[in-house]
């Protein structure tokens, strides 16, 4: 018989992104605060003759199909762990942007692994999930756990954040992606010859998400990737004013982008502002979602 185990995952957005200086491995130590956003994946495993991966969605020909799909990676990486062939077919219904800077290849990873937690019976604990998580990339971990988290490190050792409310986002979408990668040296080119203090989480930022305030998230909000994104894309800052004319109560980036992220002050307000982002003409499409969002779940 063959059976098949969905998990949906969720996008995420940082809500504060402090980056340090690059430290001696390539990565850079950050004071990350993930925000999970309802904007979903939906990852399905079913025992195969082999690993393949398949990708449904309007931005699906963007996402990778051989063995560097995360998604793939998370399923050989459980198998290796347990001494399980990794013969599964992996569907990824594809909502989550593209290279956008919102978690999408974390998230499919994230789900992958719990999928075929699932079918194969391997009876993961979370501490154990987490670690394998934390193996395929910085992002990963908090896809699997989702709501809110503050992530130390290179962004994957997470401490859970208390949010009081329900916060508004209306996402714009722009043309192509851009690699973390080259957004992060980018980073260290513009800070280059100066001293880039370690990163702290803002108190200011954990408290306006413990009240569910939007206007002191909105003041909160800080993204050290922002200025490294908009240098490799210029084009994004007209994006940014769009929303802010449109009434946003912030934009910024999104992660490492260029997907841009506008807070709202309620869902009214996300629908109007995503009819005008559209109209804009500054972005390919916009998406209205709230947060928090619950992390990996079995469907
Ligand atoms: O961990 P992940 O594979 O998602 O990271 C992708 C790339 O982003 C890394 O190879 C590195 O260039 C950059 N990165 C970084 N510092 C971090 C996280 C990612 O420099 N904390």
Same mark, same amino acid.
């Given at each position: 018989m063959s059976q098949s185990v969905t998990v949906r995952v969720p996008a995420k957005v940082n809500v504060q992104l402090a980056v340090g200086a690059a430290r001696p491995d390539g990565f850079h130590d950050l004071a990350n605060v993930f925000l999970a956003v309802g904007l979903y994946d939906e990852v399905t495993v079913t025992p195969a003759d082999a690993l393949r991966v398949t990708c449904s969605g309007? /931005? *699906? @020909?963007?996402?990778?199909? /051989? *063995? @560097?799909n995360l998604a793939a990676r998370a399923a050989t990486a459980l198998g290796a762990r347990h001494g399980i062939a990794p013969d599964v077919h992996i569907h990824i219904a594809k909502d989550i942007p593209v290279a956008?800077?919102?978690a999408g290849g974390s998230a499919d990873a994230a789900g992958a692994l719990l999928a075929c937690d699932a079918l194969w019976n391997t009876g993961s604990t979370r501490d154990e999930l987490l670690a394998l998580c934390a193996g395929l990339g910085s992002d990963v971990p908090f896809s699997l756990v989702g709501g809110a988290a503050l992530g130390v490190g290179r962004g994957e050792q997470l401490t859970p954040v208390e949010v009081g409310g329900t916060f508004h986002w209306v996402f714009a979408v722009a043309d192509g992606g851009l690699s973390t990668p080259a957004v992060y040296r980018e980073f260290d080119r513009l800070t280059a010859g100066t001293r880039v203090p370690a990163p702290v989480v803002s108190p200011t930022l954990l408290d306006a998400l413990r009240s569910g305030d939007t206007a002191a998230l909105a003041g909160a909000l800080s993204n050290d990737l922002q200025a490294p994104a908009l240098s490799l894309r210029p084009s994004l800052a007209r994006t940014l004013a769009a929303g802010t004319v449109a009434g946003a109560r912030a934009a910024l980036v999104s992660g490492s982008g260029p997907t841009t992220a506008f807070l709202a002050e309620d869902e009214a307000a996300a629908r109007a502002l995503a009819d005008a982002l559209t109209a804009?003409?500054?972005?390919r499409t916009a998406r209205t979602a709230v947060s928090p969002a619950p992390g990996a779940t079995l469907c």
């Amino acid at each position: 018989m063959s059976q098949s185990v969905t998990v949906r995952v969720p996008a995420k957005v940082n809500v504060q992104l402090a980056v340090g200086a690059a430290r001696p491995d390539g990565f850079h130590d950050l004071a990350n605060v993930f925000l999970a956003v309802g904007l979903y994946d939906e990852v399905t495993v079913t025992p195969a003759d082999a690993l393949r991966v398949t990708c449904s969605g309007p /931005d *699906a @020909s963007q996402v990778p199909l /051989d *063995a @560097s799909n995360l998604a793939a990676r998370a399923a050989t990486a459980l198998g290796a762990r347990h001494g399980i062939a990794p013969d599964v077919h992996i569907h990824i219904a594809k909502d989550i942007p593209v290279a956008g800077g919102m978690a999408g290849g974390s998230a499919d990873a994230a789900g992958a692994l719990l999928a075929c937690d699932a079918l194969w019976n391997t009876g993961s604990t979370r501490d154990e999930l987490l670690a394998l998580c934390a193996g395929l990339g910085s992002d990963v971990p908090f896809s699997l756990v989702g709501g809110a988290a503050l992530g130390v490190g290179r962004g994957e050792q997470l401490t859970p954040v208390e949010v009081g409310g329900t916060f508004h986002w209306v996402f714009a979408v722009a043309d192509g992606g851009l690699s973390t990668p080259a957004v992060y040296r980018e980073f260290d080119r513009l800070t280059a010859g100066t001293r880039v203090p370690a990163p702290v989480v803002s108190p200011t930022l954990l408290d306006a998400l413990r009240s569910g305030d939007t206007a002191a998230l909105a003041g909160a909000l800080s993204n050290d990737l922002q200025a490294p994104a908009l240098s490799l894309r210029p084009s994004l800052a007209r994006t940014l004013a769009a929303g802010t004319v449109a009434g946003a109560r912030a934009a910024l980036v999104s992660g490492s982008g260029p997907t841009t992220a506008f807070l709202a002050e309620d869902e009214a307000a996300a629908r109007a502002l995503a009819d005008a982002l559209t109209a804009s003409g500054t972005c390919r499409t916009a998406r209205t979602a709230v947060s928090p969002a619950p992390g990996a779940t079995l469907c």
